[in-house]
């Protein structure tokens, strides 16, 4: 009996934590979904943080990835890295196209259609893919065939393993169509799979649904009270994001300059040449990102080594001006708004007052230097010709004496004879031996 009565008791005991309600806890019964937000160009550094999302999902068993998508377009290395990932995706990728009065232009269209479901907000439009040079510079007629004609294949490509509209597809890139949610929506067959008010509409459209993946598999998504987890760039990628963009790497490639500019006016100052390095590299940093053209940036270059000159070589001005001028010229042309990827172009207000400051301080700089150079020397020989002082003793022309000049004592004779106490003036020097006349009046 004592037997029977123990195992009862170790039965009793156990009993709770075997029963359904305490084999998993609530939370984790609850389906996972990752929230990556996305606004701005599409870039290396925006691939990258798509890229960790996508790694942290499939490593946190996660059920869903959606990207909140809102950009003008970028690159489309950038574009192909970001979908080749979205593809072994081990999660379903949801690309959301929202809130409402976004845009997914040119590559953000391409991912749009690249994603295992495709949602669009009301109010929003998609398209415009057609393809540009990186540096925004007018492609002759072959190759701008080429571009064209592969990322159309792409796109194709991309929108039939979706089973997506492929005619449409290829008109966004081939024509520079665009479409609004409902164009999209109403197309046969669509581009997208739903429109969604906001993120937490969409899971709940979402739930229970079948999709079919890349590889040709189907998945059920389970979204029903999901565990939604937000993530963020990295503070590394928000500040290499941030200096990718076109008004800001301009103010540190200005900057730079400048800083460099002070360090040659005055060697050793340090701090103007460390801070005009540093701005100098991470604006090479955004210009490798930044689409750019080359002849704009030469003339940059260029005008900024004009200024330069201007400091050293008395030009009265014509470097200076010649400087400004192709920093101008220049800074346009490298900032000019590229077809096809708006937001791309620094507005003239910038330009204009960052050109001509510059360029002030640079001219003020080189007239300083002129003045200085204008100047009789202060030191040696030359600099105690025309210094007065103070005979310390009676001068005669063959009676040589003392005298106060510079604050200190000097051997001198004159040509006429002055008292001592007389003023004097230097008129010469020989050896150490100064040659006075007697100071004019005041």
Do not use: C
């Not at 499939?58 to 059920?63: A, E, L, N, Q, Y």
């Amino acid at each position: 009996m004592p037997h029977w009565r123990s195992l009862l008791l170790v039965a009793a005991l156990a009993a709770p934590w075997n029963a359904p309600g305490h084999a998993q806890s609530p939370a984790e019964e609850r389906p996972r979904a990752i929230v990556a937000e996305l606004e701005g160009i599409i870039h290396p550094v925006a691939a990258e943080f798509l890229n960790e999302t996508i790694d942290q999902a499939d490593v946190t068993d996660t059920d869903v990835v959606v990207f909140v998508l809102r950009t003008p377009g970028g690159l489309l290395d950038s574009t192909r890295t970001i979908v080749s990932r979205m593809i072994t995706s081990r999660a379903p990728v949801v690309v959301f196209v929202g809130p409402s009065g976004a845009r997914a232009a040119s590559a953000g269209f391409v991912i749009t259609i690249a994603a295992d479901v495709a949602v669009m907000a009301p109010g929003t439009h998609i398209g415009a893919a057609h393809p540009v040079s990186g540096s925004g510079q007018a492609m002759d007629d072959t190759m701008a065939q080429k571009a064209a004609s592969d990322t159309a294949a792409y796109a194709r490509s991309l929108a039939q393993a979706r089973g997506r509209n492929v005619a449409l597809s290829a008109d966004a890139v081939l024509e520079s169509r665009a479409f609004t949610d409902q164009e999209a929506l109403e197309a046969s067959p669509p581009l997208i799979d739903f429109t969604a008010q906001d993120v937490e509409d969409l899971l709940r459209q979402l739930d229970g649904r079948t999709i079919r993946r890349f590889d040709g598999r189907t998945t059920t998504i389970e979204t029903a009270n999901a565990d939604v987890v937000h993530v963020t760039m990295s503070r590394r990628q928000r500040f290499l994001s941030a200096i990718a963009h076109p008004q800001v790497a301009y103010l540190l490639l200005t900057l730079g300059a400048l800083g460099l500019t002070i360090e040659l006016w005055n060697p050793g100052a340090i701090v103007p040449g460390v801070v005009g390095g540093l701005s100098l590299l991470l604006a090479f940093f955004a210009l490798q990102i930044l689409p750019v053209d080359t002849t704009g940036l030469l003339l940059i270059a260029f005008g900024l080594g004009l200024l330069l000159l201007e400091l050293k070589v008395p030009s009265f001005g014509i470097l200076g001006i010649g400087g400004t001028v192709s920093l101008l010229v220049g800074s346009v042309m490298l900032t000019r708004e590229i077809p096809g990827l708006p937001g791309m172009a620094v507005s003239l207000t910038v330009v204009l007052p960052i050109v001509l400051g510059l360029a002030a301080i640079s001219l003020f700089l080189g007239r300083l230097a002129l003045k200085a150079q204008a100047r009789p020397p202060t030191t040696g020989v030359e600099g105690m010709v025309g210094e007065e002082g103070r005979a310390r003793t009676a001068l005669a022309p063959d009676a040589p004496g003392q005298v106060d000049v510079h604050g200190e004592i000097w051997r001198a004779r004159s040509r006429e004879p002055l008292p001592a106490g007389a003023r004097v003036r230097v008129v010469e020097v020989n050896g150490l031996t100064l040659v006075v006349e007697a100071a004019p009046s005041t």
